[in-house]
């Protein structure tokens, strides 16, 4: 095989990218462009050398005002010391001065609470003083005013009479002058309506006339028919009628005899109640005899028993007896008023009975 080349190994260098300069490389732009290109950065690096000078200008300017006004803040914090020492020697200096001054307010206020009440009385009297001669005054300029209101209401009444009466006189006689025109008008005007009103009218009562008549024929000889048949039915209600009557004839007669047989009823009712009141006032008595005697036995028995055991024996049995007796007359009462009470039962039982059958 042949021997290789030295050169034949070694890479080939890598291709840089070219700067482009507004669009355009090196090579592509002429001298003229390239001296335009240096012109302006000349230009741009005298600009950015100003703007740095300007810069550090200006915080050398900072730097120094910083430090005035550091020298400026330490000297006010001195004079706020200095203040706020001035102003708690001022405050202590205003308490003292403020309660001197309270002392002297309450000393004014004494003087001028005395020097009010003094005032105030003069006011006072001077007040009702002004206050009379006002009332003097205005009842002066009452009559004042009523004399001349007076006086101007009656001219003025005067005046507007005159007027109103002037004014009334020619409204009446232009609204005189304006119904007479009107009457005439409107006049004429119902004599035409009332002329064709009387034509038609005649034509109408025509024409109705005709109709009535024909209706009245139809209704006459309606009328004669149920006239007709009326009177046949009348007939027939007569009839009927003089039935009724002979019923009632009977009916009559059956209520004159409950009538009489109530009134026998009655007379029994009141005989049997006559008894009983008889008896009541019996039993009456002969309860008060027994009260009289037991109030004489509660008498008797206040006294000595030793004297008096016979006549309490014997007034005793008396009692007994009356006591007994007393229970019969009850018991015969009793009896009675039961009698009495189922006989008045049965003397209305017996009337509603009859008369309860009598109205059906």
């Known amino acids: 095989m042949p021997p290789k080349k030295k050169g034949s190994g070694k890479k080939p260098p890598k291709s840089k990218t070219p700067v482009l300069i507004n669009g355009l490389t090196k090579e592509e732009m002429s001298k003229e462009q390239m001296e335009e290109l240096i012109v302006q950065l000349r230009e741009e690096l005298d600009r950015e050398r100003e703007e740095r000078n300007y810069f550090q200008l200006e915080r050398d300017k900072i730097q120094t005002f910083w430090e005035v006004t550091k020298r400026k803040l330490e000297e006010a914090q001195a004079e ?12 202590e200096r205003h308490l003292v001065e403020i309660k001197v001054y309270k002392q002297k307010m309450k000393h004014l206020l004494c003087e001028h609470h005395n020097t009010i009440a003094e005032l105030k009385e003069r006011d006072l009297t001077s007040a009702r003083q002004t206050h009379k001669e006002q009332e003097e005054l205005e009842a002066e300029l009452c009559e004042e005013m009523r004399t001349i209101t007076m006086k101007t209401l009656n001219f003025e009444i005067e005046t507007l009479f005159n007027e109103l009466t002037l004014k009334h ?4 006689r232009l609204t005189n002058e304006k119904w007479e025109k009107q009457f005439t008008d409107i006049r004429a005007e119902k004599e035409e309506k009332l002329q064709k009103m009387k034509d038609e009218l005649s034509n109408w ?3 109705r006339i005709s109709e009535t008549r024909h209706q009245w024929n139809s209704h006459l000889s309606a009328l004669k028919q149920d ?4 009177l046949r039915d009348a007939q027939l209600f007569i009839d009927e009628v003089e039935e009724t009557k002979k019923r009632s004839a009977a009916l009559k007669e059956l ?20 008894d009983n009141k008889c008896l009541s006032e019996w039993f009456s008595s002969a309860e008060e005899e027994n009260a009289k005697f037991q109030r004489k036995m509660k008498h008797y028995s206040e006294k000595k028993e030793t004297v008096y055991d016979v006549i309490e024996k014997m007034k005793i049995k008396e009692l007994k007896n009356l006591e007994q007796e007393k229970k019969a007359l009850e018991s015969n009462f009793h009896k009675v008023r039961l009698s009495n009470q189922s006989s008045l039962l049965n003397v209305k039982m017996e009337i509603w009975m009859e008369n309860g059958h009598f109205f059906i």
């Not at 026998?264 to 006559?274: F, P």
């Open 205 to 207: 009562r025509k024409s």
């Open 169 to 172: 006189e020619e409204e009446m």
């Open 227 to 230: 006239h007709n048949n009326s």
């Open 255 to 274: 209520i004159a005899e409950q009538k009489g047989k109530e009134k026998e009823k009655l007379k029994d009712l009141d005989l049997t109640l006559k």
């Open 80 to 91: 706020v010391k200095t203040v706020e020492k001035n102003i708690e020697e001022d405050e």
